[in-house]
Antibody, heavy 124, light 108 residues
């Protein structure tokens, strides 16, 4: 059974930093492409960024609002995905989910498993 | 940047068919998928690659995608289907995921 457990959320002041973790189990993590998706309170879903598997280059892509501030990384030896968030803004307040990704061809990409999320609140 | 548009709300009577649309420029040229999110829960994938159902998703959920519009159809809607539904596609030009704003489905 696929399990994704996020942690590391909390209250942080604007301009501060936070690192989220996502512990994965039930599948071969090293082969998986992974994403972070966030949801502001009462709002819709927003893709944050992704990381490919190391065998596929291990490259990352980010949404425009977080590019240059957020960094996604992975530790395949620990089956863990990370999201380093710097220069946080009040608009980054959201529930952050990690997901497993599927991209069977160039035209399709979806998020097939989701964690329960960890809440990040940016406020002074 | 690529955008997907959904109606904010859709209402349906129990046992009837609910249709939720998702519009985007030439959306039919790429694959769409759909997520169901009930209050206080994480999203669940219900349709991928336009019309495929993941294991465990009831047959009453189906999807289509053509032109500028993808549609999620729920046949014989049940009270348990009341939830928010989000469409999603991939913008290969920016290498980024794109979600619609979500549709609240009310079964009454």
């Amino acid at each position: 059974e696929v399990q994704l457990v996020e942690s590391g959320g909390g209250l942080v002041k604007p301009g501060g930093s936070l690192r989220l973790s996502c512990a994965a189990s039930g599948f071969t993590f090293s082969n998986a492409w992974m994403s972070w998706v966030r949801q502001a309170p009462g709002k819709g879903l927003e893709w944050v960024g992704r990381i490919k598997s190391k065998t596929d280059g291990g490259t990352t892509d980010y949404a425009a609002p977080v590019k240059g501030r957020f960094t996604i990384s992975r530790d395949d030896s620990k089956n863990t995905l990370y999201l380093q968030m710097n220069s946080l803004k009040t608009e980054d307040t959201a529930l952050y989910y990690c997901t497993t990704d599927k991209a069977p061809n160039w035209a399709t990409y979806y998020f097939d498993y989701w964690g329960q999320g960890t809440l990040v609140t940016v406020s002074s | 940047s690529y955008e997907l548009t959904q109606p904010p709300s859709v209402s349906v009577s129990p046992g009837q068919t609910a249709s939720i649309t998702c519009s985007g420029d030439k959306l039919g040229d790429r694959y769409a998928c759909w997520y169901q999110q009930k209050p206080g829960q994480s999203p669940v994938l219900v349709i991928y690659q336009d019309n495929k159902r993941p294991s465990g998703i009831p047959e009453r959920f189906s999807g289509s995608n053509s032109g500028n519009t993808a549609t999620l159809t729920i046949s014989g809607t049940q009270a348990m289907d009341e939830a928010d539904y989000f469409c999603q596609a991939w913008d290969s030009s920016t290498a980024g995921g794109v979600f619609g704003g979500g549709t609240k489905l009310t079964v009454l």
